[in-house]
Structures are given as C-alpha cells and as structure tokens.
C-alpha cells in the first residue's frame, strides 16, 4: 500500500503557472504507475495526465514528471486557464493507469483557483 500526499496548489491568474508536487510513502515507490486526475466543481473528476499521455486539455502546457529518489511526481502546469479550477489528485497503482483505469491509490487532492 502507499499514501500519496499532494502539495503546491494554490491561486493563480490565468496565464500563469503552477507546479504540484506528490509525496508517496513506502520503499517501492519506482515500482508504481502514477497519474494526475482532478474534479472541478460539479463535475466528475477526470484524467490529467500520465508519463506517456495527456489529456487533450492540458496537452502542450501541463508536464509530468518523477523523482524516484524522492518518492515524488510532479505536474508542472503553465499557461493555466480558468476552466482549470479544481482540485487536483495524483494516483498510484502497480499496474497502468490511464484515462479509463483509475488509480487505486489517491491522495486527499490539492486545490487549485485560476482567476481570469
């Protein structure tokens, strides 16, 4: 089992740039598959992005990336627009994750505010 723990969000104006960070618990955190998913108000939450795909939404302006030294994945968001608000989760799992198999492991989320 690991605990994921997400940090960095915050508010932003559009245009901007946020990067969030998530901590995982745990020795075997290399072995994972890790992703970013987030909910905007009234709405399900929805894919972000993985180390090999994006959702078409954030594509060319939001990066994922790894520090397995660290136990971290990153999600470097920039040209941020408003219709990005939401609280943004990462999950880990030992199999793939994509925009169809969610994670089975998730942080509590970490909110976002984009002002326009």
């Known amino acids: 089992q690991v605990q994921l723990v997400e940090s960095g969000g915050g508010l932003v104006q559009a245009g901007g740039s946020l990067r969030l960070s998530c901590a995982a618990s745990?020795?075997?955190?290399?072995?994972?598959?890790m992703g970013w998913f987030r909910q905007a108000p009234g709405k399900e939450r929805e894919f972000v992005a993985v180390?090999?795909g994006y959702a078409d939404s954030v594509k060319g302006r939001f990066t994922i990336s790894r520090d397995n030294a660290k136990n971290t994945v990153y999600l470097q968001m920039n040209s941020l627009k408003p219709e990005g608000t939401a609280v943004y989760y990462c999950?880990?799992?030992?199999?793939?994750?994509?925009?169809?198999?969610?994670?089975?492991?998730w942080g509590e989320g970490t909110r976002d505010t984009v002002s326009s």
């Open positions: 180390h090999n």
């Open positions: 745990g020795r075997t955190f290399s072995s994972y598959a």
């Open positions: 999950g880990a799992d030992t199999v793939i994750i994509t925009s169809r198999r969610l994670p089975t492991y």
